[in-house]
């Protein structure tokens, strides 16, 4: 626990840094921070989420073969599992990516961390345009920081035009049953980080289209 203490303090203490450059504005404090540590995360996020685009798309060139073999061993499934691992061998296809996953995971002791801090600077933050205390819900962020869900969910390369406004609707009617009592600090680091999100999910889609 001595280290990961050290950890947020250390965000916390950068935090605080930020806030003082501001003028003692934690609120603007939290969405510089929460935006540079995404921005920085972008080029590790952005080739984990490339490496699943590539890694679909070999899977799905392989679709016809695979439907081929399920037709002809649909009665042997020992067989069926055989000839499905041979055929990734062949490809040098890994029918999970592992490394994509590690390398997700390794992302979120940051996120908790930038989280755990902001949580901590909010309690002493003042007030900020027409929101008194940042450790209380506010409506109009919570439907700014929606929004900003909705919009990052339907940029996903797998949504079709059709299925954007279903998606939306869906992503802003669940953000705001979850995040329904978020502080209001805590909706300025969502909306901050999701900002950038929408940015890395128009590059992932562009990335989508020149692997069709």
Not at 55 to 74: F, G, I, S
Not at 105 to 125: K, M
Request: aromatic letters at 8%; charged letters at 20%.
């Amino acid at each position: 626990m001595g280290l990961w203490t050290s950890f947020v303090d250390l965000i916390y203490s950068a935090l605080f840094a930020l806030a003082s450059m501001f003028g003692g504005n934690m609120a603007i404090a939290i969405a510089v921070l929460s935006a540079i540590v995404r921005l920085a995360l972008l080029p590790f996020t952005l080739r984990i989420a490339y490496r699943a685009l590539e890694h679909q798309a070999k899977l799905k060139r392989l679709e016809p073969r695979l439907a081929e073999l399920r037709r002809r061993n649909k009665n042997d499934g020992k067989r069926l599992l055989e000839e499905t691992a041979k055929l990734y061998r062949e490809h040098q296809i890994a029918p999970f990516d592992i490394r994509g996953a590690l390398g997700s995971l390794a992302q979120a002791p940051i996120f908790i961390g930038v989280f755990a801090a902001v949580r901590r600077g909010i309690a002493n933050a003042r007030r900020f345009f027409w929101i008194k205390d940042l450790a209380k819900p506010d409506g109009i962020l919570l439907a700014i920081c929606a929004a900003v869900m909705g919009f990052s969910a339907i940029l996903a390369p797998n949504v079709t035009a059709q299925q954007r406004p279903i998606i939306f609707v869906a992503t802003v009617a669940i953000t705001i049953l979850i995040f329904g009592r978020i502080a209001a600090g805590m909706a300025i680091y969502s909306i901050a980080s999701g900002t950038v999100g929408i940015i890395q999910a128009v590059m992932v889609r562009r990335h989508a289209r020149r692997l069709r």
